[in-house]
């Protein structure tokens, strides 16, 4: 079943926190995949994915933005599907604050305050949204 | 009329109506008891009991700011092995030192799988160049494998009294209606634990207060006791000057009335010889003179021979005892000696009786022991004063007639001057005051009270002591008077001890 939008349902999901596998691919067609810590739910048609560490991601989607995302649900062992375009960046206001306080809590609670920061909230857009019955 | 689909979504609104109705009952119901009491603890159980009662929510936390304003201690924690109370969660560290320290709210539901990966990044890093830069894993409050969370700070216009904490170890328990309704249960009782903290301090200061209040006034009334005891010996000072003075006074007194009397005594005495001389001679001349007719005439001389010879010995005896007075009266005094002499005690208590002798020859009589006693180094006219004032005392405590005794003896380090009297003795109360400026018990006309004062002030010179027994009614046991001497060579090193006794007949 394939959507133009987010549905509440994976609200829930991304709140489970990682894995979240994000792929992109840069401007001269070599994909890249990596595992990020937290994707935030804007509204139906926007996501937010947090940029710490990965450089090759934020140089791929800046040269394409056309990228995909993979949420797993740990309760139910579905997967989602998500066709995401990114749009820009955000290092202040309300979903860079949240995204921020929730790395800062978990860092901090586990002697990594040093090392993991929210460099930015990369705003997508999300263009279709799948879901993958889980095994 | 309604549809069966209509009907089951009646159902369905009517029991979350039910639910909502039953929630704000019981927020209200919290609400009352946290606003009814400014007691810490009835607050802390009410929320928390709230959180069971209405959310079936099992592990609860209360943390405060404390004092330094950098870390969070729990105060009050439902559903834990370990209360906890008093732990502390820094400022900015974990969920809640996050939330302190953003003053945001913050709802996790699967924290094992954040600390999962921030473990295998930990773990990748401790064996990189980058493992510097890993910190210590604190310990926090809470449960160590908490899964969900909802923390909320407790905020006073914007000001953070503490956080209020919901946790459980399943995944994904805490839904957005419970982060709305745990927000309720905070703001509600934030107000009412900011009061009960204001109220708290308050009591801690009032009571501080009284206590500093007390603190101050024991303090002063120690001060004032003080003052009291200084003003007490500034007066037995001023007393003492005043007796002192006396003393000098009447020791130059003394001296010049001995010296005038001395001389025309002296001149008496003398006159008195050559005239017992001349009175025999005489005698010798009647004795071959009478011629027969002259017999009558010459028994006459005779008899006025004896009378004279009768006349001159009691001049005689007259000039002595006065000889004896001015010489007590110059011993007493000292004023021929240096201030501190080496002397025989039993030389001063010899012209002291002479000079108390009239308190004492028809009513009492002294019983002298002296022993084998070395002189000693001393002021000796203040030790004469030691004397006086024991002794009088002894003879005024005799009523009517009675005995004194006088005993004098060396010990090893020791000389002891033992006096005991056979007078009513001193109640056991009063034992220990005898020796206080302004005690006494003979009448103010009668005593000043400075005697003993004097006494020990005296003795205390001479490195001495004074002991006092009594029973009333067995009379006045005076026992020890002990005087060392000061600068005295080490042959009579502390050898003035000092006994008075008295004790009934």
């Given at each position: 079943?394939?959507?133009?939008?987010?549905?509440?349902?994976?609200?829930?999901?991304?709140?489970?926190?990682?894995?979240?596998?994000?792929?992109?691919?840069?401007?001269?067609?070599?994909?890249?995949?990596?595992?990020?810590?937290?994707?935030?739910?804007?509204?139906?048609?926007?996501?937010?994915?947090?940029?710490?560490?990965?450089?090759?991601?934020?140089?791929?989607?800046?040269?394409?933005?056309?990228?995909?995302?993979?949420?797993?649900?740990?309760?139910?062992?579905?997967?989602?599907?998500?066709?995401?375009?990114?749009?820009?960046?955000?290092?202040?206001?309300?979903?860079?604050?949240t995204m921020d306080m929730h790395i800062?809590?978990?860092?901090?609670?586990?002697?990594?305050?040093?090392?993991?920061?929210?460099?930015?909230?990369?705003?997508?857009?999300?263009?279709?949204?799948?879901?993958?019955?889980?095994? | 009329?309604?549809?069966?689909?209509?009907?089951?979504?009646?159902?369905?609104?009517?029991?979350?109506?039910?639910?909502?109705?039953?929630?704000?009952?019981?927020?209200?119901?919290?609400?009352?008891?946290?606003?009814?009491?400014?007691?810490?603890?009835?607050?802390?159980?009410?929320?928390?009991?709230?959180?069971?009662?209405?959310?079936?929510?099992?592990?609860?936390?209360?943390?405060?700011?404390?004092?330094?304003?950098?870390?969070?201690?729990?105060?009050?924690?439902?559903?834990?092995?370990?209360?906890?109370?008093?732990?502390?969660?820094?400022?900015?560290?974990?969920?809640?030192?996050?939330?302190?320290?953003?003053?945001?709210?913050?709802?996790?539901?699967?924290?094992?799988?954040?600390?999962?990966?921030?473990?295998?990044?930990?773990s990748e890093m401790a064996h990189s160049?980058?493992?510097?830069?890993?910190?210590?894993?604190?310990?926090?409050?809470?449960?160590?494998?908490?899964?969900?969370?909802?923390?909320?700070?407790?905020?006073?216009?914007?000001?953070?009294?503490?956080?209020?904490?919901?946790?459980?170890?399943?995944?994904?328990?805490?839904?957005?209606?419970?982060?709305?309704?745990?927000?309720?249960?905070?703001?509600?009782?934030?107000?009412?634990?900011?009061?009960?903290?204001?109220?708290?301090?308050?009591?801690?200061?009032?009571?501080?207060?009284?206590?500093?209040?007390?603190?101050?006034?024991?303090?002063?009334?120690?001060?004032?006791?003080?003052?009291?005891?200084?003003?007490?010996?500034?007066?037995?000072?001023?007393?003492?000057?005043?007796?002192?003075?006396?003393?000098?006074?009447?020791?130059?007194?003394?001296?010049?009335?001995?010296?005038?009397?001395?001389?025309?005594?002296?001149?008496?005495?003398?006159?008195?010889?050559?005239?017992?001389?001349?009175?025999?001679?005489?005698?010798?001349l009647l004795e071959d003179w009478p011629?027969?007719?002259?017999?009558?005439?010459?028994?006459?001389?005779?008899?006025?021979?004896?009378?004279?010879?009768?006349?001159?010995?009691?001049?005689?005896?007259?000039?002595?005892?006065?000889?004896?007075?001015?010489?007590?009266?110059?011993?007493?005094?000292?004023?021929?000696?240096?201030?501190?002499?080496?002397?025989?005690?039993?030389?001063?208590?010899?012209?002291?009786?002479?000079?108390?002798?009239?308190?004492?020859?028809?009513?009492?009589?002294?019983?002298?022991?002296?022993?084998?006693?070395?002189?000693?180094?001393?002021?000796?006219?203040?030790?004469?004063?030691?004397?006086?004032?024991?002794?009088?005392?002894?003879?005024?405590?005799?009523?009517?007639?009675?005995?004194?005794?006088?005993?004098?003896?060396?010990?090893?380090?020791?000389?002891?001057?033992?006096?005991?009297?056979?007078?009513?003795?001193?109640?056991?109360?009063?034992?220990?005051?005898?020796?206080?400026?302004?005690?006494?018990?003979?009448?103010?006309?009668?005593?000043?009270?400075?005697?003993?004062?004097?006494?020990?002030?005296?003795?205390?010179?001479?490195?001495?002591?004074?002991?006092?027994?009594?029973?009333?009614?067995?009379?006045?046991?005076?026992?020890?008077?002990?005087?060392?001497?000061?600068?005295?060579?080490?042959?009579?090193?502390?050898?003035?001890?000092?006994?008075?006794?008295?004790?009934?007949?």
């Amino acid at each position: 079943m394939t959507a133009d939008r987010l549905p509440d349902e994976i609200k829930g999901v991304m709140e489970n926190g990682v894995p979240v596998i994000l792929a992109t691919c840069s401007s001269d067609g070599i994909p890249n995949a990596t595992i990020i810590s937290q994707v935030y739910y804007v509204d139906p048609n926007t996501v937010a994915v947090s940029f710490q560490f990965f450089n090759k991601t934020s140089r791929n989607v800046r040269e394409n933005p056309h990228a995909s995302l993979c949420l797993n649900d740990l309760l139910t062992s579905n997967k989602w599907l998500l066709q995401v375009e990114y749009d820009h960046s955000e290092t202040a206001g309300p979903i860079f604050e949240t995204m921020d306080m929730h790395i800062e809590a978990i860092a901090s609670a586990t002697g990594m305050s040093g090392i993991f920061k929210l460099k930015a909230a990369d705003i997508y857009r999300v263009k279709s949204v799948e879901k993958l019955a889980g095994n | 009329m309604a549809t069966p689909l209509d009907k089951t979504l009646l159902e369905q609104l009517q029991q979350e109506l039910a639910q909502k109705s039953e929630e704000v009952r019981v927020l209200r119901q919290m609400s009352s008891e946290v606003n009814a009491t400014l007691n810490l603890d009835e607050i802390y159980a009410a929320v928390l009991g709230t959180m069971y009662d209405l959310f079936g929510f099992h592990h609860s936390l209360i943390l405060l700011l404390d004092d330094s304003a950098e870390t969070l201690r729990v105060v009050a924690s439902r559903g834990y092995k370990d209360p906890a109370v008093g732990a502390k969660a820094p400022l900015g560290v974990g969920v809640i030192g996050t939330v302190a320290r953003r003053r945001k709210m913050m709802r996790v539901g699967n924290l094992s799988q954040s600390r999962s990966y921030a473990a295998a990044v930990r773990s990748e890093m401790a064996h990189s160049d980058q493992a510097d830069e890993l910190e210590a894993v604190p310990e926090l409050p809470g449960l160590p494998d908490a899964e969900s969370q909802i923390a909320i700070p407790l905020l006073i216009k914007d000001t953070l009294v503490g956080v209020f904490a919901v946790e459980s170890a399943e995944r994904k328990v805490f839904t957005e209606r419970d982060e709305t309704l745990v927000s309720v249960v905070a703001n509600l009782s934030a107000s009412a634990i900011h009061n009960a903290l204001l109220y708290k301090k308050q009591e801690e200061y009032s009571q501080s207060l009284a206590e500093k209040v007390e603190e101050r006034t024991r303090q002063l009334a120690g001060r004032n006791k003080e003052l009291e005891h200084t003003l007490e010996e500034l007066k037995e000072t001023q007393n003492q000057l005043v007796i002192q003075e006396k003393m000098a006074s009447l020791g130059n007194l003394v001296a010049g009335v001995a010296h005038e009397i001395n001389t025309p005594l002296g001149v008496l005495n003398s006159n008195n010889d050559t005239l017992s001389l001349t009175v025999k001679k005489m005698r010798q001349l009647l004795e071959d003179w009478p011629a027969e007719g002259e017999v009558k005439q010459a028994d006459k001389v005779r008899d006025l021979l004896r009378s004279m010879n009768s006349l001159t010995e009691f001049n005689g005896m007259a000039a002595e005892r006065m000889i004896k007075i001015v010489t007590g009266l110059r011993t007493f005094a000292r004023l021929d000696r240096a201030a501190e002499d080496e002397v025989d005690i039993h030389e001063g208590l010899e012209s002291t009786l002479s000079l108390i002798h009239n308190q004492l020859k028809d009513r009492v009589t002294v019983h002298k022991d002296y022993g084998d006693v070395p002189p000693i180094r001393c002021h000796p006219s203040r030790l004469n004063q030691v004397y006086m004032n024991l002794l009088v005392n002894a003879s005024q405590a005799i009523a009517g007639k009675g005995e004194i005794q006088l005993k004098t003896f060396a010990t090893e380090n020791d000389v002891v001057v033992e006096i005991t009297d056979t007078g009513e003795g001193i109640p056991a109360e009063n034992l220990g005051r005898v020796f206080d400026p302004g005690f006494t018990t003979k009448g103010v006309k009668v005593g000043t009270g400075l005697g003993l004062s004097i006494v020990q002030r005296i003795l205390d010179e001479h490195d001495g002591k004074i002991e006092v027994e009594s029973k009333v009614g067995r009379g006045i046991d005076i026992p020890r008077i002990p005087a060392s001497s000061p600068g005295q060579s080490a042959e009579i090193l502390n050898i003035a001890l000092f006994r008075a006794r008295s004790q009934t007949a």
